[in-house]
Structures are given as structure tokens and as C-alpha cells.
DNA sequence: TGCAGATCTCAACACTGTTCAGATTGGAGC
DNA sequence: GCTCCAATCTGAACAGTGTTGAGATCTGCA
């Protein structure tokens, strides 16, 4: 910290952390570049050496976060029952951990879940869309999954996890108590599941979704700046 | 319309009007009160006798396009093919058409979506939530999903084709094409719906989850007024 | 020790949501 | 037809916002 000092020391994360205070106790929106600076002691015009603009500083906090979140997904999953022989349970573990997290930290969730496609320099890792597919690859390889159903069988898994998650947060659904909700998650997740094993549809007829993450990945080559200075 | 008059006319739908287009032009968020306001022609302070605040115009606006959703899924329900004998692919059209829908307004469709519960005074019919629960007691009835399983499915479909609709209106999930987002949608809900149908949790052990839309009418007795002057 | 270059401050800009006293109007009752 | 009231809208103002640019201050390297 080092109070009264003209240089800070490490003032981007300091913002960012001050940020992320700011969006739990005053909600997503409700809290400014402003308020933030202030807070660390800093005039605002300060924060613009660290981040291009205030959206720019929701991105790169948001992007700590989702870091934060894959880490701990992943974790879930070697705390998850029978976490060795069944993969199933594993998917189930990520899927209550995902909903948990969003009800925990609501605020904080929706500025993230919302902040949209990641940015071309975002090295987020683990990502959760990472630990996700590969926890599919396990499902395939034990035969919990039919092979032909494996291909972008993650984003069905995703989109209802994610669906119950934001539903939670932006308070259009609401559950009674912890336990309720990892239940809900918990259903949500086996149904998908049960539904993608047994799927009849011919792969040919099957759209390829991407995430803006593996997207990013792929066109690494084409380098999009937006440095500041 | 009646341009330089003073009094305007119905001054209340068309500054929801304007808001509505300045969302599709400048996005969700970015666009001011002022300039709806002068879009119309009308000073800023006008807006305030027909909206208590900003974010009161957003909640009306997100109301009515609620209102509109619901109206085109019951009618999405009806295009169906087989609508009259198989209730599963009523189901389908209605999480065709929610995504679909995310895909073609993504602007207007985050603002909704976002808005959060619908206020206590609001009466938006058909809300899609009553439409969605009345086509899972159609499958019900048809023999599609076994009684125990019903209740709370519909958040279980709910929960997954608004995941799909939210990560594409997002933009954290890409795919190319109208068609291909269609058989995106078709995959999500026909993985789900099979996923219930074979569902073996005992009811007991069953999370009730509660939509913000159902709450406000069990509750309809309390008078939460913010009426205006 | 001196001197770039990174880091931060200060003052200002245009713009925002919001308030409130007062001008303007349509319509109900005489 | 007129009057008068309540609904409606204006104008000016307030505090607060994101953002910028010119200049002060400090750190680390020569």
C-alpha cells in the first residue's frame, strides 16, 4: 500500500480490486471509474495509465475472474463423488459449481457473464470453457457419451448451466436456500446429460457453435492491439 | 404524431419507441434519456412525468417487449409441425423461437433479458413463462413426460434455451448462420426434454424454484406502489 | 549525479440523470 | 361561450460521470 507515496506500487490490480468491492456492494452497474480511483487514494485521470477506458478496466477485471472461476471448477471436479470412475459425476460437480458461484456472488457474476466475447489478448487459464470440454473428452473415453454425440456436446451442457446461472443472478428465477439450488443445478445437469446420450440425430445435421475463447485461440495470428501510450 | 403542438399526444409509448430504436442502433446500454427525449422532440425533463427514472423507462420497455415475446411463442407453438398430436415439438418451436429471437434483436433481447423480476404492478400477457408451463402440462397430458417429473421442468427447459439465447445474444458463443442457430436451439431442447422424460430423482428431493413472473401473482394482495406525482 | 520515461495530479470538457418552479394546454362544468 | 383545474411540457440548474491533455513528481538506469 504505502500511503502518502506518489508512485502506488501496483496500482492496476489495487483499481481492479477496489472495482470488484465497488460491484459487490453497490451492484454491477451502480459504482464509478471515479469512486474507484478515489478509494485507492488516486486521482481518476490515474486509472487511464493502467486501462484504456472504464469499460477496458470491466474487461481485464472480468477476465481475472474468469480465471479465478476455471481454477475453481476444476476443483470441484476433484472434490466431486466417485470423482475417479465416474466422469458423469465430475460434469455434475462443474455444473452445481458454476450455478453456486453465480448465487454466492451475484453481482459479480453478472459483470462478468455479461462483459461478452473475451478480448484478443485475454490469456485466461485455466479457462472454464477449457475445463469443460475436457472433462467431455473424459466422458467419452469412460462411455458415458457416445462419440457421435461428442462434438459441441459442451455448449448443450453449457447453455443450461449457464442458462439456470444467469436466470439466478438477474433474479428472473428465484430458489430458496443453497441447498435448493445445487439441486436445481444438479437436475439441470443430469437432464442434459441423460438427453445427449441418448441423442438419434445424425451428426451431419449438427451446427458447430465456437466460444470466444477457443475463437480467439484460433486466430491467434492476427494481432489485434489496443495498448495504451 | 401532430408535431409542434405542446401537448404531444401519447407521449409515453413513443419515448418507448425511441428507446426501443436507439437500443438496436447504439446498443444496450449506450444510448441517454436525452436523446430519446429529443428524438421526440420533447425536452428531457417530459420523460418524467411518464417514468419515474431511467431505469423505469427500461423495465416498461423490457414489459412490453415481454408481452410481445410471449405472443410469438404461443404462435411459434402453433406453426409447429405435428402441433396437434406431439406436444414435444410444440416445445421445441417455443425454444426455436426464444433463441432465434436473442439472435435477430441481440440489443433489445439483452435489455429484456437483463431487466431482471418484472415489476410488482406489471401485467404482461401472455407472459412466456405461462406459455411455457402450459405446453409442459400439454406433454404431461399427452403421455411426454411422466407426472412426478413435472413439476418445476419447465425451469429445467427454461434454463437451457435461455443459456443458449443469453451466451449468442452475448456474444460469448458464435454460430454462423439463422439455420444453424436454429438446429443449435433444436439440440438443446430436445437433449433436455429426453433428459426429463427419463428422469429417476425422487420427487421429494426436488428444488421448487419460483419465476419472478408466478411470485408477484401468488402475492398480488401486497401494494408496492411507485405510481408517479 | 543526471536525466529519460513511467506514473500521477489538476483543471477542464461535454454529457449524463434528475429536480423544480413556472409556462402551456385540453377538457369538464357552468 | 367561458372559466378554471389538472395534466402536460419547458427551461434552467445541480451534482456527478467518463475522458483528455498539459504539467508535476518520482524511479531506475546511464
Known amino acids: 500500500m504505502s500511503k502518502g507515496r506518489y508512485h502506488h506500487g501496483d ?4 483499481l481492479l480490486d477496489a472495482a470488484e468491492a465497488l460491484v459487490r ?18 486521482s481518476p485521470s490515474a486509472a487511464y495509465h493502467h486501462f484504456a477506458s472504464r469499460d ?14 476455471g481454477d475453481r471448477l476444476r476443483q470441484d471436479c476433484e472434490r466431486a463423488p466417485g470423482r475417479r470412475t465416474d466422469p458423469q459425476q465430475r460434469l455434475i460437480a462443474i455444473g452445481r459449481g458454476y450455478v453456486s458461484w453465480t448465487v454466492e456472488d451475484p453481482a459479480v457474476a453478472r459483470l462478468v457473464l455479461r462483459a461478452g466475447a473475451t478480448g484478443p489478448d485475454s490469456s485466461i487459464a485455466p479457462h472454464p470453457h477449457d475445463v469443460l470440454a475436457a472433462e467431455f473428452d473424459r466422458l467419452v473415453e469412460a462411455g458415458g457419451l457416445p462419440a457421435p454425440a461428442r462434438p459441441g456436446a459442451e455448449f448443450v451442457f453449457w447453455s443450461a448451466v449457464h442458462g439456470l446461472a444467469v436466470l439466478l ?7 430458496d436456500g443453497s441447498r435448493a439450488v445445487e439441486l436445481q443445478a444438479e437436475r439441470v445437469a443430469r437432464a442434459v446429460l441423460n438427453g445427449l446420450a441418448q441423442e438419434k ?17 484460433a486466430r491467434r495470428s492476427i494481432p489485434e492491439i489496443d495498448e495504451i501510450h
Chains 1, 2 share one sequence.
Open 25 to 42: 456492494e453497490r451492484g454491477t452497474d451502480n459504482w464509478s471509474l471515479r469512486e474507484a480511483s478515489a478509494r485507492v487514494g488516486v
Open 169 to 175: 443472478a438477474d433474479g428472473l428465477v428465484h430458489i
Open 201 to 217: 440425430t445424425p451428426s451431419t445435421d449438427r451446427p458447430t457453435a465456437r466460444s470466444s475463447h477457443t475463437e480467439r485461440l
Open 11 to 14: 496500482l492496476r490490480s489495487a
Open 56 to 69: 477496458t478496466l470491466v474487461r481485464a477485471l472480468s477476465e481475472r475472474t474468469l480465471a479465478w472461476l
